[in-house]
């Protein structure tokens, strides 16, 4: 069965200190993994995904098929970076759509 | 231009009475998606579409029903609502198959 855990519910880190929130996943094929982010009072929205190879906002992700993870890291927090961060993984696309996975998500919190 | 816009934001519901709560986008999407999303877990599918008339069952579709009559529009519905539906609803478009624009959620509570 398909399942991505962050096994941190909550991450705090002070301004300037590396930042690397974790995403392990199960599945048996070729896996596709997202990060998403929901800022304070915002809308959930698509921060990177790992076939772009993109760096965006300053993070960057990894797609580690031996370790299974796909860790979000930036090398330097900022306080605006504070929000929840959620992991997926893409269950399998379909002509409907991507069915994809959900992690249940890491409030990261930057303090100054 | 608005984006995804989700109808209502708030509601309270008794068991066994009906709703059906609206997502609309104005960005000429194909795809759609609704999702539940329960406290300490993730979001889950329920059911998704492409187009109009054209819908599927996601992960956890049991006790809703959806239409996409226009392509604009998708509408989930409960017809006998239970307090174990009670949750946070998102509903999310994308020109591609990844969802990428999402509503605000509508927060519902089944007593």
């Known amino acids: 069965a398909q399942r991505v855990t962050q ?5 705090s880190v002070f301004k300037g200190a590396p930042v690397e ?6 599945y048996s094929g070729s896996p596709e993994l997202f990060w998403y982010v929901q800022y304070s009072r915002q809308r959930l929205q698509l921060l990177l995904r790992h076939i772009s190879r993109e760096s965006i906002k300053g993070f960057t992700a990894d797609l580690n098929k031996g370790e299974t993870s796909f860790h979000l890291k930036k090398p330097f927090a900022q306080e605006e970076d504070s929000a929840m961060y959620y992991c997926a993984l893409s269950g399998g696309y379909t002509e ?11 409030i990261l919190r930057v303090k100054s | 231009n608005a984006g995804v816009t989700q ?3 708030f509601r309270v519901l008794k068991t066994g009475q009906s709703m059906t709560l ?4 104005d960005m000429n999407h194909e795809y759609m998606y609704w999702y539940r999303q329960d406290p ?20 956890v579709p049991d006790g809703y029903n959806v239409s996409r009559l226009k392509k604009q529009n998708f509408l989930l519905g409960l017809e006998s609502a239970a307090p174990s539906q009670t949750s946070v609803y998102f509903c999310a478009s994308s020109i591609d198959k ?14």
């Open chain 2, 40 to 59: 300490g877990m993730g979001l889950r599918l329920i059911h998704y579409s492409v187009g109009e008339g054209t819908t599927a069952k996601g992960e």
């Open chain 1, 7 to 11: 096994p941190e519910k909550l991450l």
């Open chain 1, 96 to 106: 409907y759509g991507n069915k994809l996975v959900f992690g249940a998500g890491t």
């Open chain 2, 98 to 111: 990844s969802p990428l624009h999402f509503g605000n959620g509508t927060r519902l509570t089944v007593t």
């Open chain 2, 7 to 9: 109808t209502p934001k």
């Open chain 2, 22 to 25: 609206l997502c609309a986008q």
């Open chain 1, 21 to 26: 929130l974790k995403c392990n996943y199960s």
